[in-house]
């Protein structure tokens, strides 16, 4: 049972910067697909990026450009570098994990995803 433990939110001004991190729990390794996701009170979960075991990215288009995924095998962490943030950013971010099957497809299909952190709130001020 893989545990993802995520850091980093917070707040910050339009235009800013925000780097999330999602650690997975000791003696487990993350998914070979991983995620994240945001969420707003009333809407559904919203993927924003993902990264397959290859090393191949896809991003939301509200996202492109601003926000980049990555992963330190080394250290076993996925991060989420946001920059421009936008009011709009506002939510509450998951990373999220899964071992096999479809991934990159998978940004529109967060109920595949088999593991879950415990969601970090960034909010942007304008």
């Known amino acids: 049972q893989v545990q993802l433990v995520e850091s980093g939110g917070g707040s910050v001004q339009a235009g800013g910067s925000l780097r999330l991190s999602c650690a997975a729990s000791?003696?487990?390794?993350?998914?070979?697909?991983m995620g994240w996701f945001r969420q707003t009170p009333g809407n559904e979960q919203e993927g924003v990026a993902l990264l397959d075991s290859n090393g191949r990215v896809r991003y939301a288009d509200s996202v492109k450009g601003r926000f980049t995924i990555s992963r330190d095998k080394a250290k076993n962490k996925l991060y989420l570098d946001m920059n421009s943030v936008q009011p709009a950013d506002t939510a509450m971010y998951y990373c999220?994990?899964?071992?096999?099957?479809?991934?990159?497809?998978?940004?529109?299909?967060?109920?595949?995803?088999?593991?879950w952190g415990q969601g970090n709130q960034v909010t942007v001020s304008s």
């Open positions: 000791r003696n487990t390794t993350l998914s070979a697909c």
């Open positions: 999220a994990g899964k071992s096999d099957g479809l991934c990159l497809g998978a940004l529109l299909a967060p109920s595949v995803f088999g593991y």
